[in-house]
């Protein structure tokens, strides 16, 4: 028999279309946040280095993004579980494993996520030093996550976007778009040399762990129950088919005016994009796409000193419960007690402040190495435990469990995902 929901799901409104686009938040929350500096640099690069060959990547991307979010938002709304009570059923190997890698990611992204905010505001303001624009990005960020509630939030990452969506594809307007190639793009094509960039695109349209977030901030958002699955699709195709808009946009980018150049794949490749659009158009060109480079970068702070702050929170939750917490215990969720405990804030403090370290030192090449392999790890572990997960006869109720499409786009993911898992371990001993 499936487990009850804890569903506070009395005051739903009519999922008419109108009141689906007024939820709209969670999805642009995840979306946005997974979205990062990197992967708008390795879709540029594409870009400047096989034109308009690998959009159909994107966009199978974004599809297969689609079909996790839906995934990880059906989970908690229709069994009224959170991600980390779903994982503790699985056994001790699941929970081990994600508080490890929360730790260990959480160590070297603080560092690399605070440097790509700084780097435009540098560009922009270079009164002071990539580190020290890095440091008052993370301790902004802090604050803000700190202090701010859920609402609050999410209006900034609203606002900022916005301010994506206006510079980003505004500059792929700009540049003008060859849409006759960009249609032919959408024929799988994969050139000499482009197996890394075809999967880079495919995985690289939004979020790693923060992908699991995404049910905590439907919870934050009010939606409890089955009966807000109609809204969770609409803001999760909303979130992820805006931020497949900037990687396109990127990609027209990439091929127009940087087609043949010899980019770096870091962030410093955005900052040299920022260089020609004002060689190309004037200053007026480069300073907003540096104010939406900003956004981006600054976006994946704010979700992820929040939402992976409250994953670490529920963790912490799940592994000091005990082994024959009932059900309805186990699946409790209270997300403003989780943003104030004292689990949350030391994980917002251990992103912020231990990262430091390798702003001044550098990033040491191991710990480098151990990020990419822990995070090409960690989207196959999370497609797999959602089919087995979304199948469970015991805790989804029937009417809920994944049909063929999920099962089928999920099965696609975990393939993807172990691919890449594959050849970044293979990457050790090269």
């Keep these: 028999m499936a487990a009850e929901t804890n569903a506070e799901d009395t005051a739903v409104p009519e999922a008419t279309w109108k009141a689906r686009i ?3 938040g969670p999805g642009v929350m995840a979306a946005a946040t997974g979205v990062g500096a990197g992967d708008l640099v390795a879709t540029l690069v ?3 280095r096989y034109g308009y060959t690998l959009f159909w990547a994107v966009i199978l991307g974004t599809v297969f993004k ?7 938002g059906r989970w908690h709304l229709a069994s009224g579980r959170t991600m980390l009570s779903g994982w503790r059923t699985l056994g001790t190997w699941a929970t081990t494993y994600f508080g490890a890698y929360a730790v260990v990611w959480g160590f070297v992204y603080g560092a690399t996520a605070m440097s790509a905010s700084a780097l435009p505001l540098n560009a922009l303001f270079p009164v002071l030093p990539v580190s020290g624009w890095a440091m008052l990005s993370g301790l902004a960020a802090l604050a803000l996550v700190w202090f701010g509630r859920y609402g609050l939030l999410e209006k900034v990452m609203t606002v900022l976007v916005g301010v994506m969506f206006v510079t980003v594809v505004g500059t792929a307007i700009l540049v003008g778009p060859n849409l006759p190639e960009l249609g032919a793009g959408l024929v799988p094509r994969m050139p000499d040399g482009s197996v890394a960039y075809v999967v880079g695109l495919m995985g690289g349209v939004g979020g790693t762990i923060t992908m699991a977030a995404y049910g905590y901030w439907t ?3 009010g939606w409890r129950g089955p009966k807000w699955l109609p809204f969770m699709r609409t803001d999760n195709a909303v979130g992820y088919l805006t931020t497949g808009i900037f990687v396109v946009a990127m990609l027209v980018v990439g091929a127009e005016i940087l087609a043949g150049q010899n980019l770096t794949e870091d962030d410093q ?6 260089d020609v659009l004002a060689q190309d158009y004037g200053q007026w060109a480069r300073v907003p ?3 939406g480079f900003f956004a981006v970068a600054f976006s994946s702070v704010i979700g992820v000193w929040n939402g992976v702050s409250l994953l670490f929170a529920d963790w912490w939750r799940t592994w000091r419960m005990p082994k024959d917490a009932p059900p309805e215990t186990a699946g409790s969720y209270d997300h403003k007690a989780g943003m104030h405990s004292t689990p949350y804030r030391l994980y917002l403090l251990w992103l912020t402040f ?3 370290l390798l702003l001044m030192l550098g990033k040491p090449f191991q710990l480098t190495i151990v990020y990419g392999v822990l995070g090409a790890l960690f989207m196959p572990f999370l497609a797999g435990t959602l089919l087995v997960l979304l199948n469970s006869k015991s805790m989804m109720p029937q009417q809920h469990r994944s049909k063929w499409l999920s099962n089928t786009l999920l099965l696609l993911c975990l393939g993807l995902f172990v691919g890449v898992a594959i050849t970044e371990v293979a990457g050790l001993f090269d």
């Excluded at 490749?269 to 920022?274: A, D, E, K, P, Y």
């Design 22 to 24: 007024k939820q709209v």
């Design 46 to 48: 594409a870009g400047s």
């Design 66 to 72: 689609l079909a996790l979010g839906e995934a990880v």
């Design 219 to 221: 919870f934050a958002k």
């Design 269 to 274: 490749g955005l900052l040299r994009l920022g």
């Design 289 to 291: 796409f540096l104010v």
């Design 354 to 356: 231990p990262p430091m």
